[in-house]
């Protein structure tokens, strides 16, 4: 089965870390786009940081740059979302999403994980 899947929430302290993972099942990163979004209760879907599995070039939303660092392990096929200096604001579902632009049949191939719960108490 292709699926991406997000391991690494728990419960944390405000000031406190956690480290996300999203693995792929059945197909390998290769020439995708790895983004990690999340939703807060009441809150649209927010674009946090994404990272091209071609050249490793990395972006990030102004809210978490500084905070939090994207990463690849590409022997692992495994994109890591390291979160530091977290607060209750960044309480929320966290989804990796994996896409890649097929430019010959001018489609896109997207997976989205389920998300895992990040709670941040102060």
């Known amino acids: 089965e292709v699926q991406v899947v997000e391991s690494g929430g728990g419960l944390v302290q405000a000031g406190g870390s956690l480290r996300l993972s999203c693995a792929a099942s059945?197909?390998?990163?290769?020439?995708?786009?790895i983004g990690w979004f999340r939703q807060a209760p009441g809150k649209e879907r927010e674009g946090l940081s994404c990272?091209?599995?071609?050249?490793?070039?990395?972006y990030y939303a102004d809210s978490v740059k500084g905070r939090f660092t994207i990463s690849s392990d590409n022997a692992k096929n495994t994109v890591y979302l390291q979160m530091n200096s977290l607060n209750p604001e960044d309480t929320a579902v966290y989804y990796c999403?994996?896409?890649?632009?097929?430019?010959?049949?001018?489609?896109?191939?997207?997976?989205w994980g389920r998300g895992t719960l990040v709670t941040v108490s102060s």
């Open positions: 999403n994996a896409r890649r632009y097929l430019s010959d049949y001018d489609a896109e191939m997207d997976y």
């Open positions: 059945g197909f390998t990163f290769d020439d995708y786009a």
């Open positions: 990272i091209s599995s071609s050249d490793g070039s990395t």
